[in-house]
């Protein structure tokens, strides 16, 4: 039999089994908010959760990562490299939406000439045990995106919640060879299958959410200077929530950080947002995004028109975080409707 | 890669820009080290942090490289506080830099204001070196600045002038006792001396406002799109495409970039 079951009681047993080869990351409960943690504990793993406010790229690109460490005796300068990282991780219970994320963040870290090392190395690093949304909130759109909240082909392993116990399927030969070690699985049953593509279904008729992105690039690109980014950017305040908690986004910092009073520190890379007006501020005080407009308009436009054009896919994977957490509700879905309103006004023009 | 502070020049009256000539600690990186004009490094103070310079120096003056760096923030008045045989660290080359190969066989007509001029300094230096001279019609350069005080790398404006395979043309912004040269901002000179398009590349770096205007006047002068070479500038962190924050559209200024013809800006949202 091709798929497992994993009984729900039995998950300490899969993290006792694990957690010698492998750094167990999975929700936790974090000050009320759910977050991907590094477990101790297989008692703290929360099963019951939408999904995490902060998304598990954080696990390939920590908030804060460290990129050498040096000391300075006078004028001597020793620069220490960080330790190579080999180690191993499983990210249990991902969602699908943050799974297709991973695609995407490696799509940008391993192109071009210059590649993302570190990134690169972790994302082989780690497998992904993912879980299907069973009951979508509100704000997901994933369906929009070419998704839905079953989708398991960017996983390693998939599991279907069927109340006391998981589906569980291997989907690539990485996954496939860990269930292998699992040998006590037991295999599930026909109406276990059945159950599964049941809720499936269910899933993805609970997203009502559509939103049309078929031709968003082709509207994007000659719009640049339509007066919609004038609206659409008039309530943001600026926080860069949407950006920080995007599990697509990857702008960094490099900052050098000293240890007080000692002849050391580090050199590190911490995330930043392109809705920030220091992000592209130039020494010289010339800001090529000036205002809100302008950055509102780039964060759209990468997700929509840059990241299609270099990749050939959406930069967006509607999971709905900047939906959900953005305190001034400026919401996505609305801004695209809008923008998909633009085409048809032009339309409207034509056939007049 | 690590690189000792050879030599620091103050390069005007103000003396808030240097240049720093730095020698690498290893061989080995001098030899990987392969650039060519228009180019840029990421240089660094440990401890302080980094910052993208365009490289002053040419690949043809052996044995150094050289960086002119205006004092402004954090890192950069860390740098003008360097002494001799102080570290620097040097991560590069960065970015495209100019087509040295596509320009050879044209007259080339150098454009740039304030300090931006390094790179351009550069892509001089390289042109007049004898092996390359060959390779190049005539030179026109005109070098725009604030002040008298503000022009840079005096002692090789000084061997250009008295040379007479390149015509070099100074201007400052306002009227100022004993100045011989133009007067007026680089858009207008450029008009006056009204380079020809004929078999000509224009290359043009400076300040946002001043590519902006000089384009201008060159499409009057009636240079084609693909004529027209500007190097941009923009805020950077890693210089090699990933950081974010560089972009103009789907493409990044530090490694698509910094050159762009005005065919390609053209084809890029005019956010600059």
């Known amino acids: ?352 | 890669m690590l690189t000792t502070v050879k030599d620091i020049i103050s390069e005007n009256k103000v003396n808030d820009i240097k240049t720093l000539e730095l020698v690498f600690k290893n061989e080995e990186d001098y030899k990987s080290f392969q650039y060519i004009p228009g180019q840029f490094a990421e240089i660094s103070l440990i401890g302080k942090g980094e910052c993208p310079i365009g490289i002053a120096s040419s690949p043809t003056e052996v044995g150094s490289i050289m960086f002119t760096i205006k004092k402004m923030g954090t890192v950069t008045s860390g740098f003008h506080n360097c002494e001799v045989g102080d570290t620097v660290g040097l991560r590069g080359p960065c970015g495209n830099g100019w087509p040295i190969e596509e320009m050879k066989g044209k007259n080339i007509v150098v454009i740039g204001g304030g300090f931006a001029f390094s790179t351009l300094r550069s892509l001089i230096i390289y042109i007049l070196d004898d092996k390359h001279r060959k390779d190049y019609k005539n030179i026109t350069v005109v070098y725009g600045n604030r002040d008298s005080g503000e022009v840079l790398y005096q002692p090789d404006l000084e061997d250009w002038k008295k040379r007479d395979d390149i015509n070099v043309i100074l201007t400052i912004d306002r009227e100022e006792e004993g100045w011989t040269d133009k007067v007026g901002f680089v858009a207008p000179v450029v008009k006056e001396v009204a380079p020809s398009p004929e078999n000509a590349i224009a290359v043009v770096c400076g300040p946002p406002i001043m590519i902006k205007t000089t384009i201008a006047v060159l499409e009057e002068l009636k240079f084609k799109d693909e004529q027209i070479l500007n190097s941009l500038e923009m805020r950077m962190k890693c210089g090699i495409g990933k950081c974010g924050r560089c972009n103009i559209g789907n493409k990044f200024v530090c490694v698509d970039g910094p050159v762009f013809s005005l065919a390609e800006l053209k084809e890029m949202p005019s956010e600059y």
């Open chain 1, 1 to 352: 039999m091709e798929q497992k079951v994993l009984k729900k009681d039995q998950i300490v047993k899969l993290y006792n089994d694990l957690v010698k080869d492998y750094n167990f990351y999975a929700p936790i409960k974090e000050k009320r908010n759910i977050i991907f943690g590094k477990i101790t504990n297989p008692e703290d793993i929360v099963l019951n959760y939408y999904n995490s406010k902060v998304p598990p790229k954080e696990i390939l690109f920590p908030q804060t990562d460290i990129l050498f460490e040096y000391k300075i005796n006078g004028k001597e300068i020793e620069i220490e490299e960080p330790k190579k990282l080999d180690e191993k991780n499983i990210i249990f219970g991902i969602r699908p939406c943050d799974a297709h994320s991973f695609i995407l963040l490696m799509n940008f870290f391993s192109q071009g000439e210059f590649k993302d090392e570190i990134i690169m190395n972790r994302r082989e690093n780690t497998t992904l045990i993912g879980i299907g949304c069973n009951t979508p909130k509100s704000t997901c759109f994933c369906t929009s995106i070419e998704g839905n909240p079953f989708q398991k082909e960017d996983m390693d392993i998939f599991l279907v919640d069927l109340q006391d116990k998981y589906l569980v399927e291997g989907i690539s030969d990485k996954g496939k060879k860990l269930i292998k070690r699992l040998s006590w699985l037991t295999d599930a049953t026909n109406a276990d299958i059945e159950m599964a593509q049941e809720l499936g279904k269910k899933a993805e008729e609970a997203i009502v959410t559509k939103i049309d992105l078929k031709n968003i690039d082709k509207i994007l690109d000659p719009n640049f200077d339509h007066q919609i980014w004038k609206e659409v950017s008039e309530i943001c305040i600026g926080c860069g929530t949407c950006s920080f908690l995007c599990p697509t986004c990857t702008c960094f910092d490099v900052i050098d950080e000293n240890v007080p009073n000692e002849n050391r520190g580090r050199r590190v890379r911490i995330w930043d947002t392109c809705q920030s007006c220091l992000y592209t501020l130039h020494t010289s005080g010339h800001n090529p995004r000036n205002s809100c407009i302008e950055r509102v308009r780039n964060r759209i436009l990468h997700k929509f028109c840059y990241y299609p054009e270099n990749y050939g896919m959406l930069g967006c994977v509607g999971c709905g975080r900047c939906v959900q957490l953005c305190p001034a509700n400026n919401d996505l879905r609305a801004i695209i409707e809008k923008i998909n309103k633009i085409e048809q006004k032009k339309e409207e023009k034509v056939t007049v």
